[in-house]
């Protein structure tokens, strides 16, 4: 089984690769070679979103295809900025400037109550249907300035507590050992691994 990761992105796909390589006689692609136009992630839910990108990226390319979805949600915030992580200081905008909206959105609430979590949500669809969904999610604390210089995104502002540092402190391989993906493509990987390999 051919399965196309919903990205150009080979950081991403030689991560999912790794992750799924013991899955019989599946083959995991990026979309390079594929004409697909963008998918507007316009749905309320991280699930939602993922759902849309597999199903219409799925249909445009007749085959099976991996989408995720991916945000940070902050318990002072009401859950935001969700879905619209990537977009909550404006399209375009780098990983300092999210942080920085973010550091001021929380410029008065105490250390006790900048609590928050990374998820990640996946689907995989074909072009007649929706085979599996798996979430992944970590929870931490939102620090008080800019922490590390690896990373991406919120990495620079989200302390995890089992390692006593932000996501932007840990090498990229401590990263992917504890990050919300790799524990979505865990959770997946439990799925669609044949049961007669757990025993």
Same mark, same amino acid.
């Given at each position: 089984m051919k399965l196309v990761v919903a990205s150009r992105n080979p950081? @991403?796909?030689?991560?999912?690769?790794?992750?799924?390589?013991?899955?019989?006689?599946?083959?995991?692609?990026?979309?390079?070679?594929?004409?697909?136009?963008?998918?507007?992630?316009?749905?309320?839910?991280?699930?939602? %979103?993922?759902? @849309?990108?597999?199903?219409?990226? !799925?249909?445009q390319i007749d085959a099976a295809v991996l989408a995720d979805d991916s945000g940070l949600t902050v318990d002072a915030l009401g859950g935001a900025p969700g879905v619209y992580s990537a977009r909550y200081a404006g399209e375009g905008a780098t990983s300092e400037q999210l942080c920085a909206k973010l550091l001021t959105e929380l410029k008065d609430i105490p250390? !006790?109550?900048?609590?928050?979590?990374?998820?990640?949500?996946?689907?995989?669809?074909?072009?007649?249907?929706?085979l599996y969904t798996a979430e992944g999610k970590v929870e931490g604390l939102i620090t008080e300035e800019m922490q590390g210089t690896q990373g991406f995104g919120y990495d620079p502002v989200f302390?995890?507590?089992?390692?006593? @540092?932000?996501? !932007?402190?840990?090498?990229? !391989?401590? @990263? %992917?050992?504890?990050?919300?993906?790799?524990?979505?493509l865990q959770n997946l990987l439990i799925r669609i691994k044949p049961k007669q390999d757990a025993y």
């Amino acid at each position: 089984m051919k399965l196309v990761v919903a990205s150009r992105n080979p950081h @991403k796909v030689e991560e999912i690769r790794a992750i799924l390589k013991d899955v019989p006689d599946l083959e995991i692609v990026s979309l390079d070679g594929y004409v697909v136009p963008d998918i507007v992630e316009d749905q309320e839910t991280f699930l939602g %979103n993922a759902t @849309k990108k597999a199903v219409e990226t !799925a249909k445009q390319i007749d085959a099976a295809v991996l989408a995720d979805d991916s945000g940070l949600t902050v318990d002072a915030l009401g859950g935001a900025p969700g879905v619209y992580s990537a977009r909550y200081a404006g399209e375009g905008a780098t990983s300092e400037q999210l942080c920085a909206k973010l550091l001021t959105e929380l410029k008065d609430i105490p250390s !006790a109550r900048r609590t928050a979590a990374f998820t990640t949500v996946l689907v995989v669809a074909t072009p007649q249907e929706i085979l599996y969904t798996a979430e992944g999610k970590v929870e931490g604390l939102i620090t008080e300035e800019m922490q590390g210089t690896q990373g991406f995104g919120y990495d620079p502002v989200f302390y995890y507590p089992p390692l006593k @540092k932000t996501f !932007a402190e840990l090498t990229p !391989a401590e @990263k %992917n050992k504890h990050s919300h993906r790799y524990r979505a493509l865990q959770n997946l990987l439990i799925r669609i691994k044949p049961k007669q390999d757990a025993y």
